[in-house]
């Protein structure tokens, strides 16, 4: 079983040589293998209809429902273990779609899946010591990602970066701030379907993250909100899925005599 691991691996890697953004795309249901490493070491697995192979996304922000499909995004890890039974894909991002699927449970078959560990996007408490900006304040803009067809925050994600965009934003005590909504809403075929999230999404993105720093004390006066055209970025928000850095917000944060953005 680790020898045809090994060597489905590198027949995936070998095939996204091919494909300057290296990235694996496509639309499955979600499957879940009931592993017991601990809390929360259940795996969660897809199956690339086009090529067959088997792909463990349990490192995805969001979580797949196993009542609904998911949009894949993600890289080959490029490693050869496999505690869940399928080649890992990290990073990686799942979205759940509109679109039913039957739930499919696996045992855990021999699989040990993970032990929890804390993701490196946690938000810590408003109560904990963090140090501030140095002087003189910069321009800096923060990229806040969603998933696809979606303006709600993800969890250890999206609120990871409105956090600090908020925190930078109280801290430098800006002229202003610009919020600027992005949504995926040129159309792309994944899968043999034609996807593309309405246009709309890109205001309800910006609004919500306003609303957000409003709550946090960002006068609203202070704040200027627009949408962009379809566009991809390049920031560390979206690891490397150049896919996905078309759902996002820019919050373009601007102090009192700031220099050049960041």
């Known amino acids: 079983m680790k ?16 494909d300057t953004a290296g990235d694996l795309r496509f639309i499955a249901c979600p499957i879940y293998r009931d592993t017991d490493a601990g809390a929360k070491s259940g795996c969660w697995l897809v199956d690339d209809p086009a090529s067959g192979m088997r792909y463990d996304v349990s490192r995805a922000p969001s979580k797949p429902d196993w009542n609904a499909a998911v949009l894949v995004e993600g890289r080959p890890r490029g490693e050869t273990a496999n ?3 399928g080649i890992v894909l990290d990073p990686v991002r799942t979205s759940v779609l509109d679109q039913p699927c039957t739930r499919f449970v696996l045992a855990a078959e021999g699989y040990t899946g993970r032990k929890f560990a804390l993701p490196k996007r946690n938000v810590r408490p408003l109560y904990e010591e963090r140090k501030r900006p140095d002087r ?55 899968s043999g379907q034609a996807i593309a999230e309405p246009v709309g999404l890109a205001q309800q993105r910006a609004d919500l993250v306003v609303e957000a720093l409003v709550l946090r004390g960002v006068p609203r006066d202070r704040i200027a909100v627009a949408t962009g055209a379809p566009s991809e970025r390049d920031d560390e928000a979206f690891d490397g899925l150049r896919t ?14 700031a220099t050049a953005p960041r």
């Open 136 to 190: 003189p304040f910069a321009a800096r803009t923060v990229m806040i990602p969603f998933d696809f067809g979606k303006s709600f925050i993800v969890y250890q994600l999206s609120d990871y970066y409105i956090d600090q965009a908020i925190n930078y934003a109280l801290d430098v005590q800006p002229a202003r701030v610009r919020v600027t909504g992005y949504a995926a809403s040129t159309p792309s075929r994944v």
């Open 83 to 85: 505690p869940c039974g």
């Open 244 to 257: 996905a850095s078309q759902r996002r917000v820019e919050v373009a944060i601007a102090p009192l005599a």
């Open 3 to 18: 020898a045809l691991a090994v060597s489905a691996l590198a027949a995936v890697l070998g095939g996204a040589a091919s």
